[in-house]
């Protein structure tokens, strides 16, 4: 299962750069996360092309990558607001709306002045 590192605490207006490692290479690499009461959301995926999709909440701000050589996903996020602050998770996105692999290790994001 995918194991996402790089989370931390940082300040609003801030950058942080998440990594993500996955079993095995696949079409589509997507990050979400999960803030405190809510649910999990998608906030960004890449197709192994390296076409990019992002909510609109994030556009501009952060940008998904991935190193298929390594099997690992990024997402550098710059200019973070408190709404930022959730835990990450990376994993492959399904047609339907699920993800390939259990949810593995995420990463706390606090951004918090």
């Known amino acids: 299962q995918p194991v996402a590192s790089g989370g931390g605490l940082e300040q609003p207006g801030g950058s942080l750069r998440l990594s993500c490692a996955v079993p095995?290479?696949?079409?589509?690499m997507a990050w979400y996360r999960q803030a405190p009461g809510e649910q999990r959301e998608l906030v960004a995926s890449?197709?192994?092309?390296?076409?990019?999709h992002y909510i609109d909440s994030v556009k501009g701000r952060f940008t998904i990558s991935r190193d298929d050589a390594k099997n690992t996903v990024y997402l550098q996020m710059k200019s973070l607001k408190p709404e930022d602050t959730a835990v990450y998770y990376c994993?492959?996105?399904?047609?339907?709306?699920?993800?390939?692999?259990?949810w593995g290790q995420g990463a706390q994001v606090t951004v918090s002045s």
């Open positions: 994993n492959g996105p399904t047609s339907d709306g699920g993800a390939i692999w259990p």
């Open positions: 095995m290479r696949i079409y589509y």
């Open positions: 890449i197709s192994n092309q390296g076409i990019a």
